[in-house]
């Protein structure tokens, strides 16, 4: 396996990696906000915090969707900077 197809790989793993965290995460969010406003009478504090714990998840997915759109231009960059270093 060439060192193009591993860069490639691994950043595409990275990508799924994100996908997969955060998914997980959001899903314990959403069931965390879910029984607390069912028990509770503060809904807007409730959503404030939603939205602030959700916005990370957020940018765990957008970073995901961004590293498997541009695998191949990362890994061309990547294996460019390797060999101008003289390695």
């Known amino acids: 396996m060439k060192i193009n197809n591993i860069a490639f790989?691994?950043?595409?793993?990275?990508?799924?990696?994100?996908?997969i965290k955060s998914f997980s995460a959001s899903s314990k969010i959403?069931?965390?906000?879910y029984l607390s406003s069912s028990t509770q009478n503060k809904t807007t504090l409730i959503m404030q915090s939603a939205l602030f714990l959700l916005g990370g998840q957020l940018v765990f997915l957008l970073s995901s969707i961004y590293l498997w759109i541009k695998s191949k231009v990362l890994t061309k960059y990547f294996i460019m900077e390797r060999n101008s270093c003289g390695s």
């Open 9 to 19: 790989l691994t950043i595409r793993v990275l990508s799924v990696y994100l996908l």
């Open 30 to 33: 959403i069931g965390m906000i």
